[in-house]
């Protein structure tokens, strides 16, 4: 059976809540029941068929034809399924979301991957501030899963992120990896200023970064790890795997300003 | 008894009786074929019966650098023992005294099930607070600092509770030379044969042993029936032209695995005939009662030797 398809019709008219368009809460719905879920965040009611033409399909697999920077919660708190936007999405993508797999061939806005535990989500372009960061107000980033970005990401991308992997292929903006707590994530490009500021625990690899004076630079082999990461890494980037199994990366431990369990490497 | 002859060897109408055990496997891998050897043999040494060493171990087989989680090279190792909290232990003070400490390795999981042993877990704390945890690839890892640099290991480890000890096959000669030709060419065989080990030294017994003695509270003592020094003596199973006995003794994965072992040791003796190998096929057994596994020889005999 082939994918269920949304076509946009028109751009919306105001910022619109996607989270309902998620293959495990269409799954069993009429074509005529989804015409009629809500999206709009506003006072004035948007309905799914006064945006978009159905294609009937399996709900397992969701397409989602169009894209515009005002689709917020694209795939949030999903736990299954695929769901595929051809364009751009608006802010929290993915956010909270526990399984599945998410792709969006396009930009993502803000707070991507937010609080996400678990699931794949795969952004072709680039992706917005805090990537993989806690919700405001939120204590912890993301808990798990796999975040892939083959552009850019914003400033703060992996704030307190706490286990999971993130991979940027392009660089970053500010405070990459801050106040982590676990985790990995992976800057292909140049991350920006500050990176691992207050990091207290987690991984961060770097293409290229102006390390703070809180970072330590470290010895001794640590080739097996990251043979072990480059593996797991490969099928999906092999640009990251390339990163992680370079033969001259220095390791630097911090934040010392934090915790400072932290790791960062660098290429050289 | 013999009641079926191959290639002049007689072949006793009996079984070997084996027992349900619980096993795991790991995979140690190292720089060099030589470092993954060296981690393995000391992580197995003293491994040879669950009577005097809690556990029984060996090396499986060897591992190109294609075949392991890091692609370097490494052994696979199997570790046998009576009860899952028994092998607990001894899988986690070998690997802090023996794999831990050996150059260059790296641990992991031998094999997968629902049910895990703690591998990683169970050593993490030697990195006194500096050990790291990774999950990636559906896995989870530690590093722990090490003087060397840092030792890998995966978190856990699989636990098979269905494993199969005490498979055995007895080679009876009129030699001791030929004898141990026997046994060796057995052993040859049998290390062929995937998820089995033979746990001691070089894979053959010479001290096999019968339960009980004279002696309180001892559990196992020399099987005088198969003395040849004692022929005559006591109510033997030899006969007058027997002059040495070797017992291979065989732990598998699975009972399937241990039989298939076995057969293809039995191959590898009977080939040699009754003068260069060995004169007569028996197995150990205890009449049937204890152990749930029986091994009949002639089921696993070569249906059709080549002459």
Request: charge should be positive.
């Amino acid at each position: 059976m082939s994918a269920l398809r949304f076509f946009l019709r028109e751009p919306p008219p105001e910022r619109l809540d996607l989270s309902v368009l998620r293959p495990d809460r269409l799954a069993g719905l009429s074509p005529a029941s989804m015409e009629r879920l809500v999206l709009s965040t506003t006072r004035a009611t948007l309905v799914v068929a006064d945006l978009f033409r159905i294609i009937p399909g399996d709900a397992e697999r969701v397409v989602i034809e169009g894209g515009s920077e005002r689709f917020d919660g694209l795939g949030a708190g999903m736990t299954r399924g695929e769901l595929i936007l051809e364009g751009s999405a608006g802010c929290r993508a993915g956010q909270g979301m526990r399984g599945g797999r998410l792709v969006i061939r396009g930009n993502a806005g803000a707070l991507a991957a937010a609080e996400m535990r678990g699931g794949e989500l795969e952004i072709t372009g680039d992706a917005g501030d805090f990537l993989g960061a806690p919700l405001p107000g939120g204590r912890l980033g993301m808990q798990g899963g796999v975040v892939l970005v083959r552009g850019s990401a914003g400033a703060r991308a992996g704030d307190r992120q706490r286990r999971g992997l993130i991979v940027i292929e392009g660089g970053t903006g500010p405070y990459p990896a801050s106040r982590m707590l676990a985790g990995t994530l992976i800057v292909c490009g140049e991350a920006g200023a500050m990176p691992g500021y207050l990091m207290r625990r987690g991984s961060l690899f770097a293409g290229k970064a102006a390390l703070l004076p809180t970072f330590l630079p470290v010895r001794g082999d640590t080739s097996v790890f990251r043979r072990l990461l480059a593996r797991a890494l490969s099928p999906f980037s092999p640009r990251a795997a390339a990163l992680v199994s370079g033969e001259n990366l220095a390791r630097f431990l911090g934040d010392q300003a934090s915790l400072g369990k932290g790791e960062a490497f660098l290429a050289a | 008894m013999p009641e079926l002859t191959i290639n002049g060897v007689a072949i006793d109408d009996t079984f070997a009786e084996a027992f349900d055990m619980r096993a795991t496997a790991i995979i140690i891998t190292a720089p060099t074929p030589a470092w993954a050897k060296e981690a393995a043999r000391s992580m197995t040494g003293f491994a040879t019966s669950i009577i005097g060493c809690g556990v029984e171990a060996g090396i499986e087989r060897f591992l190109e650098a294609d075949e392991t989680p890091d692609g370097r090279v490494g052994v696979r190792v199997l570790l046998f023992a009576g009860s899952t909290s028994e092998l607990q232990k001894q899988l986690q003070n070998r690997l802090g005294q023996c794999v831990l400490t050996a150059t260059g390795s790296a641990c992991y999981a031998g094999l997968e099930s629902a049910e895990k042993l703690k591998l990683g877990d169970a050593v993490r704390y030697f990195g006194d607070g500096w050990q790291i945890a990774k999950r990636f690839g559906g896995k989870r890892y530690w590093r722990i600092p090490v003087m060397e640099g840092e030792f890998v290991c995966e978190a856990t480890t699989g636990l098979v509770k269905t494993a199969v000890g005490g498979g055995n096959l007895l080679l009876l000669g009129k030699t001791p030379q030929a004898t141990r030709r026997a046994a060796e060419a057995a052993v040859e065989a049998m290390r062929k044969v995937a998820d089995v080990i033979l746990p001691f030294p070089g894979g053959i017994v010479r001290s096999g042993s019968k339960v009980g003695a004279k002696y309180k509270g001892m559990i196992a003592s020399t099987n005088d029936a198969y003395c040849p020094g004692l022929f005559g003596v006591v109510q033997s199973r030899l006969d007058p032209e027997i002059v040495s006995v070797l017992e291979i003794v065989i732990d598998g994965l699975s009972s399937q695995a241990v039989a298939e072992a076995m057969r293809a040791g039995m191959a590898a003796a009977l080939a040699l005939g009754p003068e260069a190998g060995a004169a007569r096929l028996s197995a150990g057994n205890y009449g049937g009662k204890l152990g749930k596994h029986h091994f009949h020889l002639k089921d696993l005999a070569p249906k059709e030797f080549p002459s």
